[in-house]
Protein backbone atom coordinates (compact mmCIF):
# COMPACT_ATOMS: atom_id res chain seq x y z
CA UNK A 1 0.00 0.00 0.00
CA UNK A 2 1.45 3.60 -0.92
CA UNK A 3 0.49 6.67 1.07
CA UNK A 4 -1.45 7.63 -1.24
CA UNK A 5 -3.98 4.73 -1.56
CA UNK A 6 -3.50 4.64 3.16
CA UNK A 7 -4.78 8.25 2.54
CA UNK A 8 -7.50 7.21 1.08
CA UNK A 9 -8.69 4.36 2.32
CA UNK A 10 -8.66 6.78 5.67
CA UNK A 11 -11.15 8.95 3.93
CA UNK A 12 -13.21 6.34 2.42
CA UNK A 13 -13.61 4.34 6.31
CA UNK A 14 -14.53 7.26 8.34
CA UNK A 15 -16.65 9.55 5.74
CA UNK A 16 -19.19 7.29 6.89
CA UNK A 17 -18.77 8.42 10.20
CA UNK A 18 -17.42 11.41 10.48
CA UNK A 19 -18.01 13.01 6.75
CA UNK A 20 -15.88 13.62 4.10
CA UNK A 21 -14.57 17.07 5.24
CA UNK A 22 -13.58 15.76 9.21
CA UNK A 23 -12.28 12.54 7.34
CA UNK A 24 -9.96 14.54 5.63
CA UNK A 25 -9.31 16.59 8.16
CA UNK A 26 -8.34 13.39 10.37
CA UNK A 27 -6.54 11.87 7.68
CA UNK A 28 -4.19 14.61 7.17
CA UNK A 29 -3.99 14.97 10.98
CA UNK A 30 -2.82 11.12 11.17
CA UNK A 31 -0.59 11.47 8.49
CA UNK A 32 1.41 14.22 9.83
CA UNK A 33 1.45 13.77 13.37
CA UNK A 34 2.26 10.09 12.98
CA UNK A 35 4.35 9.81 9.92
CA UNK A 36 5.15 13.47 9.48
CA UNK A 37 3.61 13.28 6.22
CA UNK A 38 2.60 16.91 5.22
CA UNK A 39 0.09 17.82 1.93
CA UNK A 40 3.39 18.64 0.21
CA UNK A 41 4.94 15.25 1.20
CA UNK A 42 1.84 13.12 -0.22
CA UNK A 43 1.92 15.10 -3.74
CA UNK A 44 5.16 14.59 -3.98
CA UNK A 45 6.24 11.03 -2.48
CA UNK A 46 2.71 9.71 -2.47
CA UNK A 47 3.68 6.51 -4.36
CA UNK A 48 5.76 5.76 -1.35
CA UNK A 49 5.00 1.59 -0.17
CA UNK A 50 3.97 1.44 3.53
CA UNK A 51 5.67 -1.11 5.92
CA UNK A 52 3.61 -3.86 6.83
CA UNK A 53 3.94 -2.81 10.59
CA UNK A 54 2.58 0.77 9.58
CA UNK A 55 -0.55 -0.12 7.29
CA UNK A 56 -1.32 -2.55 10.28
CA UNK A 57 -1.05 0.34 12.82
CA UNK A 58 -3.39 2.68 10.75
CA UNK A 59 -5.75 0.04 10.54
CA UNK A 60 -6.11 -0.09 14.84
CA UNK A 61 -6.02 3.95 14.14
CA UNK A 62 -9.21 3.30 11.81
CA UNK A 63 -10.85 0.92 14.55
CA UNK A 64 -10.41 3.20 17.67
CA UNK A 65 -12.03 6.48 15.76
CA UNK A 66 -14.70 4.47 14.15
CA UNK A 67 -15.40 3.36 17.76
CA UNK A 68 -14.94 7.43 18.76
CA UNK A 69 -11.83 8.36 20.18
CA UNK A 70 -10.75 10.90 19.27
CA UNK A 71 -7.43 11.34 17.01
CA UNK A 72 -5.74 13.64 18.98
CA UNK A 73 -5.65 10.96 21.84
CA UNK A 74 -4.85 8.01 19.42
CA UNK A 75 -1.39 9.80 18.48
CA UNK A 76 -0.64 11.78 21.54
CA UNK A 77 -0.88 15.59 20.07
CA UNK A 78 -3.66 18.46 19.38
CA UNK A 79 -2.55 21.62 17.10
CA UNK A 80 -3.45 25.06 18.96
CA UNK A 81 -2.26 28.39 17.63
CA UNK A 82 0.52 27.67 15.83
CA UNK A 83 1.81 24.90 19.00
CA UNK A 84 1.74 20.78 18.91
CA UNK A 85 1.00 20.23 22.21
CA UNK A 86 0.62 16.91 24.16
CA UNK A 87 -2.67 15.99 25.11
CA UNK A 88 -4.25 12.56 26.81
CA UNK A 89 -7.60 11.90 28.00
CA UNK A 90 -6.15 13.54 31.51
CA UNK A 91 -6.86 17.01 29.38
CA UNK A 92 -9.47 18.18 27.07
CA UNK A 93 -8.46 19.04 23.24
CA UNK A 94 -8.18 22.47 22.58
CA UNK A 95 -10.95 23.57 21.02
CA UNK A 96 -10.56 26.84 18.10
CA UNK A 97 -13.16 29.14 20.44
CA UNK A 98 -10.75 29.04 22.71
CA UNK A 99 -7.98 30.48 20.78
CA UNK A 100 -10.18 33.43 20.23
CA UNK A 101 -10.25 33.84 24.34
CA UNK A 102 -6.02 34.05 23.74
CA UNK A 103 -6.48 36.40 21.04
CA UNK A 104 -8.60 38.50 22.78
CA UNK A 105 -6.62 38.89 26.03
CA UNK A 106 -3.43 39.72 23.52
CA UNK A 107 -5.50 42.53 21.90
CA UNK A 108 -6.30 43.69 24.95
CA UNK A 109 -3.19 43.61 26.79
CA UNK A 110 -1.05 44.75 23.41
CA UNK A 111 2.27 46.90 24.75
CA UNK A 112 2.11 45.95 28.51
CA UNK A 113 4.60 43.97 29.90
CA UNK A 114 4.88 42.11 33.11
CA UNK A 115 1.52 40.87 33.88
CA UNK A 116 0.31 38.68 36.15
CA UNK A 117 -1.83 35.94 34.78
CA UNK A 118 -3.81 32.96 36.83
CA UNK A 119 -5.16 30.10 34.41
CA UNK A 120 -7.57 28.27 36.12
CA UNK A 121 -8.55 24.80 35.49
CA UNK A 122 -5.50 24.95 32.70
CA UNK A 123 -6.14 21.02 31.31
CA UNK A 124 -3.10 20.91 28.81
CA UNK A 125 -1.91 24.00 29.50
CA UNK A 126 -2.82 25.39 26.35
CA UNK A 127 -4.26 28.88 27.52
CA UNK A 128 -1.19 29.41 29.84
CA UNK A 129 1.00 28.47 27.30
CA UNK A 130 0.11 30.74 24.73
CA UNK A 131 -0.39 33.47 27.06
CA UNK A 132 3.25 32.72 28.03
CA UNK A 133 4.26 33.32 24.43
CA UNK A 134 2.29 36.43 23.56
CA UNK A 135 2.76 38.55 26.33
CA UNK A 136 5.68 39.99 26.74
CA UNK A 137 7.52 39.13 30.40
CA UNK A 138 4.78 37.76 31.98
CA UNK A 139 4.22 36.08 35.08
CA UNK A 140 2.15 33.47 34.29
CA UNK A 141 0.21 30.27 37.08
CA UNK A 142 -1.48 27.68 35.72
CA UNK A 143 -3.94 26.03 38.31
CA UNK A 144 -5.70 22.49 37.75
CA UNK A 145 -7.43 19.83 40.30
CA UNK A 146 -5.80 16.65 37.95
CA UNK A 147 -2.29 15.55 39.28
CA UNK A 148 -2.04 14.18 35.71
CA UNK A 149 -3.46 17.35 33.74
CA UNK A 150 -1.07 19.08 35.39
CA UNK A 151 1.80 16.52 34.37
CA UNK A 152 0.89 17.31 30.99
CA UNK A 153 0.94 20.48 30.80
CA UNK A 154 4.47 21.00 32.68
CA UNK A 155 5.84 18.85 29.80
CA UNK A 156 3.91 21.68 27.46
CA UNK A 157 5.32 24.37 28.33
CA UNK A 158 9.08 22.92 28.82
CA UNK A 159 9.13 21.49 25.10
CA UNK A 160 7.83 24.61 24.48
CA UNK A 161 10.56 26.73 26.83
CA UNK A 162 7.88 28.60 28.65
CA UNK A 163 8.63 28.95 32.55
CA UNK A 164 5.23 29.09 34.43
CA UNK A 165 4.69 28.09 37.74
CA UNK A 166 1.41 24.80 38.08
CA UNK A 167 -0.16 24.94 41.21
CA UNK A 168 -2.65 21.46 41.99
CA UNK A 169 -5.68 23.19 43.77
CA UNK A 170 -9.46 22.94 43.42
CA UNK A 171 -11.22 26.05 41.44
CA UNK A 172 -14.34 25.62 43.62
CA UNK A 173 -11.68 26.56 46.49
CA UNK A 174 -9.96 27.21 48.76
CA UNK A 175 -7.35 28.68 45.92
CA UNK A 176 -4.03 30.22 47.46
CA UNK A 177 -4.00 33.96 47.45
CA UNK A 178 -1.02 35.42 45.07
CA UNK A 179 2.02 37.14 47.01
CA UNK A 180 1.13 39.94 43.76
CA UNK A 181 -2.17 40.69 42.75
CA UNK A 182 -3.22 39.32 38.85
CA UNK A 183 -3.80 41.69 36.35
CA UNK A 184 -5.73 38.89 34.35
CA UNK A 185 -7.72 35.66 35.64
CA UNK A 186 -8.44 33.39 32.74
CA UNK A 187 -10.64 30.79 32.99
CA UNK A 188 -12.33 28.01 30.75
CA UNK A 189 -14.07 25.90 33.72
CA UNK A 190 -16.53 22.96 33.25
CA UNK A 191 -19.93 24.77 31.94
CA UNK A 192 -22.18 22.15 30.00
CA UNK A 193 -24.67 21.26 31.98
CA UNK A 194 -25.61 17.28 32.17
CA UNK A 195 -28.87 17.80 30.16
CA UNK A 196 -26.56 18.70 27.22
CA UNK A 197 -24.66 15.56 27.45
CA UNK A 198 -27.42 13.92 25.26
CA UNK A 199 -27.03 15.78 22.07
CA UNK A 200 -23.06 15.90 22.21
CA UNK A 201 -20.47 13.38 20.08
CA UNK A 202 -19.29 10.01 21.48
CA UNK A 203 -16.05 11.32 21.37
CA UNK A 204 -16.61 14.44 23.48
CA UNK A 205 -18.93 13.04 25.99
CA UNK A 206 -17.13 9.10 26.62
CA UNK A 207 -13.43 10.41 25.86
CA UNK A 208 -12.65 13.94 27.55
CA UNK A 209 -12.34 14.33 30.76
CA UNK A 210 -16.04 14.83 32.38
CA UNK A 211 -14.90 17.06 34.97
CA UNK A 212 -13.47 18.90 32.67
CA UNK A 213 -16.80 19.80 31.22
CA UNK A 214 -19.73 18.87 32.80
CA UNK A 215 -21.88 21.03 35.79
CA UNK A 216 -24.98 19.63 37.64
CA UNK A 217 -28.02 21.17 35.56
CA UNK A 218 -29.42 23.10 38.78
CA UNK A 219 -26.03 24.88 39.51
CA UNK A 220 -24.45 25.85 35.96
CA UNK A 221 -21.84 28.78 37.10
CA UNK A 222 -20.84 27.19 39.87
CA UNK A 223 -17.15 27.37 38.70
CA UNK A 224 -17.82 30.88 37.57
CA UNK A 225 -19.18 31.84 40.94
CA UNK A 226 -16.23 30.61 42.81
CA UNK A 227 -13.89 32.11 40.54
CA UNK A 228 -15.50 35.70 41.16
CA UNK A 229 -15.29 35.48 44.72
CA UNK A 230 -11.89 34.85 44.29
CA UNK A 231 -11.04 37.54 42.39
CA UNK A 232 -13.00 39.57 44.65
CA UNK A 233 -9.12 39.09 46.65
CA UNK A 234 -6.97 38.04 43.66
CA UNK A 235 -7.78 40.30 41.14
CA UNK A 236 -5.97 43.86 41.02
CA UNK A 237 -7.18 47.47 40.69
CA UNK A 238 -8.03 47.38 36.93
CA UNK A 239 -7.34 43.46 36.40
CA UNK A 240 -9.56 41.74 34.16
CA UNK A 241 -11.61 38.50 34.34
CA UNK A 242 -11.39 36.20 30.81
CA UNK A 243 -13.91 33.35 30.71
CA UNK A 244 -15.05 31.09 27.89
CA UNK A 245 -18.84 30.65 28.87
CA UNK A 246 -21.65 28.28 27.56
CA UNK A 247 -24.06 30.72 25.24
CA UNK A 248 -27.19 29.50 26.73
CA UNK A 249 -26.16 31.11 30.41
CA UNK A 250 -24.76 34.65 29.13
CA UNK A 251 -27.43 36.22 30.81
CA UNK A 252 -26.88 34.19 34.09
CA UNK A 253 -23.62 34.78 34.20
CA UNK A 254 -23.89 38.64 33.46
CA UNK A 255 -26.60 38.90 36.47
CA UNK A 256 -24.79 36.72 38.82
CA UNK A 257 -21.08 39.11 38.04
CA UNK A 258 -23.05 42.22 38.35
CA UNK A 259 -24.59 41.45 42.13
CA UNK A 260 -20.52 40.23 43.33
CA UNK A 261 -19.96 43.85 41.71
CA UNK A 262 -18.61 43.22 38.02
CA UNK A 263 -19.35 44.64 34.93
CA UNK A 264 -19.43 42.04 32.12
CA UNK A 265 -18.93 42.32 28.44
CA UNK A 266 -19.93 39.15 26.59
CA UNK A 267 -18.24 38.46 22.98
CA UNK A 268 -19.18 36.38 19.97
CA UNK A 269 -17.29 33.38 18.54
CA UNK A 270 -16.63 33.06 14.68
CA UNK A 271 -19.85 30.69 15.24
CA UNK A 272 -22.04 33.49 16.29
CA UNK A 273 -22.80 32.50 19.51
CA UNK A 274 -22.16 34.24 22.69
CA UNK A 275 -18.91 31.92 23.79
CA UNK A 276 -17.19 35.24 26.10
CA UNK A 277 -17.41 37.47 28.98
CA UNK A 278 -14.51 40.02 30.37
CA UNK A 279 -15.44 41.46 33.34
CA UNK A 280 -14.22 44.29 35.63
CA UNK A 281 -14.90 46.09 38.53
Given at each position: ???????R????????????????????????????V???????????????????????F?????????P??????????????????????????????????????????????????????????????????A??D???????A??????N???????????????????????Q????????????????K????????????????????????????????????A?????????????L????????????????D?????????????C??
Amino acid sequence: MTLTELYRKIIDELSPSLGANEAKATARLLLEDDLGVTPAVLALRGDRVLEPETITRYGRFISQIKAGEPPQYIIGSAHFMGMDLKVTPATLIPRPETAGLVDMIVDDNSGKTGLHVSDLGTGSGCIAIALSRALPFAEVDAVDISGDALDVARENAAKLMCKINFIKADILGPLPLPAQKYDIIVSNPPYIVEDEKKDMETRVKDYEPAQALFVPDDDPLRFYKAIADYALGALSAGGSLYFEINPLFAGQLTSMMAEKGFSCDISRDAYGKNRFAVCRR
